[in-house]
């Protein structure tokens, strides 16, 4: 009768511990903060001036392992007045080398019903980044965030932009910014199209456009934005501008004067495969 009533006791006891275990487990999967997100990366060089910085393997797995691990998500959250987590992250950066100190220029991206960015350079300091900069969240007007440098003497001229893929219209910034031991100073250098304007919470200056982009022409970085085409007396046209960077007059773009002349001459059949917004 004692063993019966004894392993009566352990049954039980047995019970209990597999239920106990099968709720701390399905705890476990439905905490938000102990099954983190995956982040997806894209890293691509980005360069016009022909110098991109070698980043060996187990530096970029450095990097991104930070990265995800820094992920604004929390400030992210606070803008949409949300506690869910974000149906997607992403980030996009690329490393430059200023003044022999190696940079990570990164941009975040996390997906609820609206797509939330936030903009960061860090600093490479032993292997590691170290936060030099970061802008407020914004909500994204488009998708995808990449960027585009050029360097110039000792400095390099950034161009961050949103959206813009396969010449589409889109949002960007034009900077340089100055190393200091305590972060970084940066200089907004974007100018802009005065018959297009952007109202939105961007980090800097919006230039708003299509296929907004840096090149070099020689030794200099020219930077350039248009309008969409449209048709004049058998003339496709495109309002566009460009500008030249001047590092002897302060480091600034200046606009270059150019020929008001159609950008092609198409025959009526070729006008057809011309579409506006």
Same mark, same amino acid.
Not at 228 to 233: A, D, G, K, L
């Given at each position: 009768?004692?063993?019966?009533?004894?392993?009566?006791?352990? /049954?039980?006891?047995?019970? /209990?511990?597999?239920? +106990?275990?099968?709720?701390?487990?399905? %705890? @476990?999967?439905?905490?938000?903060? +102990?099954?983190?997100? !995956?982040?997806? #990366?894209?890293?691509?060089?980005?360069?016009?001036?022909?110098?991109?910085?070698?980043?060996?393997? &187990?530096?970029?797995?450095?990097?991104?392992?930070?990265?995800?691990?820094?992920?604004?998500?929390? =400030?992210?959250?606070?803008? *949409?007045?949300?506690?869910?987590?974000?149906?997607?992250?992403?980030?996009?950066?690329?490393?430059?080398? !200023?003044?022999?100190?190696?940079?990570?220029? %990164?941009?975040?991206?996390? &997906?609820? $019903?609206?797509?939330?960015?936030?903009? =960061?350079?860090?600093?490479? *300091?032993?292997?590691?980044?170290?936060?030099?900069?970061?802008?407020?969240?914004?909500?994204?007007?488009?998708?995808?965030?990449?960027?585009?440098?050029?360097?110039?003497?000792?400095?390099?001229?950034?161009?961050?932009?949103?959206?813009?893929?396969?010449? $589409? #219209?889109?949002?960007?910034?034009?900077?340089?910014?100055?190393?200091?031991?305590?972060?970084?100073?940066?200089?907004?250098?974007?100018?802009?199209?005065?018959?297009?304007?952007?109202?939105?919470?961007?980090?800097? /200056?919006? +230039?708003?456009?299509?296929?907004?982009?840096?090149?070099?022409?020689?030794?200099?970085? @020219?930077?350039?934005?248009?309008?969409?085409?449209?048709?004049?007396?058998?003339?496709?046209?495109?309002?566009?501008?460009?500008?030249?960077?001047? %590092?002897?007059?302060?480091?600034?773009?200046? &606009?270059?004067?150019?020929?008001?002349?159609?950008?092609?001459?198409?025959?009526?059949?070729?006008? /057809?495969?011309?579409?506006?917004?």
């Amino acid at each position: 009768m004692k063993n019966t009533y004894i392993r009566g006791l352990v /049954r039980i006891a047995m019970k /209990r511990s597999s239920v +106990l275990f099968i709720t701390f487990v399905l %705890a @476990l999967l439905s905490a938000p903060s +102990l099954h983190a997100q !995956q982040v997806i #990366f894209t890293s691509t060089p980005s360069s016009v001036s022909g110098d991109d910085v070698n980043v060996s393997a &187990r530096e970029r797995q450095r990097i991104e392992r930070f990265l995800s691990a820094v992920f604004p998500t929390k =400030a992210m959250r606070r803008l *949409e007045h949300t506690s869910e987590r974000p149906i997607s992250r992403r980030a996009s950066y690329s490393v430059i080398e !200023q003044q022999g100190t190696k940079f990570v220029l %990164a941009g975040y991206t996390a &997906r609820w $019903d609206q797509i939330v960015n936030v903009l =960061a350079i860090y600093r490479m *300091e032993d292997g590691m980044p170290n936060q030099v900069w970061r802008s407020k969240p914004w909500e994204g007007s488009y998708y995808g965030l990449h960027f585009q440098t050029a360097k110039v003497g000792n400095k390099t001229v950034v161009l961050f932009q949103e959206g813009g893929n396969d010449n $589409d #219209f889109g949002l960007a910034s034009v900077f340089t910014f100055q190393n200091d031991p305590k972060g970084a100073i940066i200089r907004d250098l974007t100018p802009s199209l005065p018959w297009l304007r952007a109202y939105t919470h961007f980090p800097m /200056r919006p +230039l708003y456009g299509q296929s907004i982009g840096l090149r070099m022409q020689g030794d200099d970085v @020219l930077l350039s934005a248009s309008d969409q085409e449209y048709t004049m007396f058998a003339n496709v046209m495109r309002q566009s501008r460009t500008w030249k960077y001047n %590092a002897k007059r302060g480091g600034r773009f200046e &606009r270059l004067q150019e020929a008001k002349a159609p950008a092609v001459r198409m025959t009526t059949i070729g006008m /057809r495969n011309v579409t506006g917004r």
